[in-house]
């Protein structure tokens, strides 16, 4: 499984990036997937997840209202479309995926194998 993620950048504080990550090597609607991000000196952290067939998704609460998750398993992509963004939201994004589970999603980092090389958001103020 191979995901690659783009979309990073810079934007002033309120602008919007959308955020993409395709996958290749898999049959894509098997896996659930995910955002995480990790800003300097901290910890990876949960941003969205999405289930397989994309009905169901899960937020953390710093984001939720402003960012919507989405996929697209004919094409094998899974975005994160992010809206009114704030300097706290400044990190490296990773796009994530597994299969293993029969849940819908996972909020855990440890719950997935596959991981995108990450992209760059930086919010100025």
């Known amino acids: 499984v191979q995901l690659q993620a783009s979309g990073g950048g810079l934007v002033q504080a309120g602008g919007s990036l959308a955020l993409s990550c395709a996958a290749s090597?898999?049959?894509?609607?098997?896996?659930?997937m995910a955002w995480y991000r990790q800003a300097p000196g901290k910890e990876r952290e949960f941003v969205a997840a999405?289930?397989?067939?994309?009905?169901?998704?899960d937020y953390a609460d710093a984001v939720k209202g402003r960012f919507t998750i989405s996929r697209d398993n004919a094409e094998k992509t899974t975005s994160l479309l992010m809206n009114r963004l704030k300097p706290e939201d400044t990190a490296v994004y990773y796009c994530?995926?597994?299969?293993?589970?029969?849940?819908?999603?996972?909020?855990?980092?440890?719950?997935?194998?596959?991981w995108g090389q990450g992209t760059q958001v930086t919010v100025s103020s």
């Open positions: 994530a995926a597994d299969r293993k589970y029969s849940a819908s999603y996972s909020r855990s980092s440890s719950d997935y194998t596959y």
């Open positions: 090597g898999v049959t894509f609607s098997m896996y659930y």
């Open positions: 999405v289930s397989r067939n994309g009905l169901i998704t």
